[in-house]
């Protein structure tokens, strides 16, 4: 039985300071639009929202695939560990299959990614639903804001048929994205009320909302999974003090 050494990175909390380079140039691009529509200036270029809205909102959903799955690893990593530590001071010299069992799960989770696989796997090993858990409310923001990271994170263009598409047009190809942008559109426009999806989205307040729901996520779940593992609770609590285009990451 033996106890391999290894470092490691979490990712999540480096893409968090990421997130804050880009939120700073965001919240610049915000304050020089609100100078120039003073000014009486008020064409806006939505091209240069979407370039820090796209990249933020990718990020967002990485901090949050990646933390929650750090807490999962860091769980069942102090488990494995614990097994091993006992069988050890009972004079064991080679793994038990609970171990290996362990050892094989972590390497799966570490392999798979996606937002419905980590619902997934939180179920299996937490015995936790994270759509019950959210609620309603809080499940369709994190839920609209993987859909985007799906669309935007492939770099295609985004397509939006000017009025509502009938079901006997569900071969054209408009048909397809509205089918897979409802949801989006429909919650942005509740949101933000600014019309189409594009406009929308290119509402600057859009970054700093999914951010707000990020927080409010992890502020429920540290309470629910506590003790949260020491590397994953090092993103939390910088998630926890963070505002939006203001830096202020202290552990």
């Known amino acids: 039985m033996t106890n391999t050494a290894f470092i490691g990175l979490e990712t999540a909390t480096s893409l968090l300071v990421s997130y804050e380079s880009l939120a700073l140039a965001h919240r610049k691009a915000m304050q020089f639009e609100e100078i120039s529509e003073k000014l009486g200036n008020r064409d806006t270029n939505h091209n240069v929202n979407y370039q820090n809205t796209f990249a933020l909102l990718i990020i967002n959903a990485a901090i949050i695939e990646g933390t929650l799955r750090s807490i999962l690893s860091g769980k069942i990593l102090s488990e494995l560990n614990a097994i091993v530590n006992e069988r050890k001071s009972q004079g064991a010299t080679g793994p038990s299959k609970a171990e290996s069992l362990l050892s094989k799960y972590l390497v799966v989770i570490e392999a798979q990614g996606g937002w419905e696989k980590i619902k997934e796997q939180y179920m299996f090993y937490f015995d936790l639903s994270l759509d019950s858990f959210m609620g309603e409310q809080l499940k369709e923001s994190i839920d609209v804001l993987f859909i985007l990271r799906n669309?935007?994170?492939?770099?295609?263009?985004?397509?939006?048929?000017?009025?509502?598409?009938?079901?006997?047009?569900?071969?054209?190809?408009?048909?397809?994205?509205?089918?897979?942008?409802?949801?989006?559109?429909?919650?942005?426009?509740?949101?933000?009320?600014?019309?189409?999806?594009?406009?929308?989205?290119?509402?600057?307040?859009?970054?700093?909302?999914?951010?707000?729901?990020?927080?409010?996520?992890?502020?429920?779940?540290?309470?629910?999974?506590?003790?949260?593992?020491?590397?994953?609770?090092i993103t939390i609590n910088m998630l926890k003090k963070y505002s939006f285009g203001f830096v202020c990451f202290t552990r």
Do not use: C
């Open 151 to 233: 669309v935007l994170a492939h770099g295609t263009a985004i397509i939006a048929p000017k009025t509502k598409m009938d079901d006997s047009e569900k071969d054209l190809y408009p048909y397809s994205w509205q089918r897979k942008l409802q949801r989006v559109s429909v919650y942005l426009e509740k949101e933000f009320k600014s019309g189409d999806i594009f406009k929308n989205l290119a509402t600057h307040e859009v970054p700093e909302h999914f951010m707000e729901k990020t927080k409010e996520l992890f502020s429920k779940l540290e309470q629910e999974l506590a003790p949260i593992p020491s590397n994953s609770q």
